[in-house]
């Protein structure tokens, strides 16, 4: 029914977004069908599209998080709301990046998500995909313009998590390099 799309970091890395959205585009298959989007929302539980689970989640979000992206295509061509969030403040950009789809990343930020967006913990994706090292996810959505200089509430900023991050990477692999 969905496909995944995927787009190779080298893609991302030599030619950026917009090259990344024509690819994306190209090996897209087919958006499913009002029948099949209907099967899919039955399937994850959610009795429509502007349905929410227990945690406030969205059919977008859960589409999102899997990289199903036809699915997300055809949530989004449907009406779902881009911009709703679950309830500790996450969109579907958000679980986008958890996944690290790029094609579903793109596809958010094209549909007019914020990609600054703070969660209710004063996180945004940015910031998530720095503290996560998710070096592809955290190029792509600087390329797309996220703001590296926003400050989480305990004063760190995508750069100071990307440093943590590379820090306790660094320490690990000293541990490896002595056992």
């Known amino acids: 029914m969905s496909a995944r799309l995927s787009v190779p970091s080298t893609e991302l890395a030599l030619h950026g977004p917009s090259k990344a959205r024509a690819e994306a585009a190209n090996t897209a298959t087919r958006i499913p ?17 502007a349905a929410r689970s227990l945690n406030g989640e969205t059919p977008l979000m859960r589409a999102a998080w899997h990289g199903e992206d036809a699915v997300v295509e055809a949530l989004l061509a449907d ?17 986008a990046c958890l996944h690290g789809a790029p094609a579903t990343i793109l596809r958010l930020a094209d549909a007019g998500v914020l990609l600054d967006h703070a969660n209710d913990d004063g996180i945004t994706c940015l910031m998530q995909a720095a503290a996560s090292g998710r ?10 313009g996220a703001t590296p200089g926003l400050s989480a509430p305990d004063g760190r900023s ?3 998590m990307a440093a943590d991050r590379g820090r306790d990477l660094l320490r690990a692999a000293r541990r490896l390099g002595h056992g």
């Open 135 to 144: 070096v592809e996810v955290l190029e792509l959505l600087m390329a797309l």
């Open 33 to 49: 069908t009002h029948v099949e989007l209907g099967a899919w929302l039955l399937q994850q539980d959610f009795p429509g599209i």
């Open 79 to 95: 009406g779902a709301e881009p911009e709703a969030v679950n309830d500790e403040g996450n969109n579907a950009l958000w679980f």
């Open 158 to 160: 995508a750069f100071d």
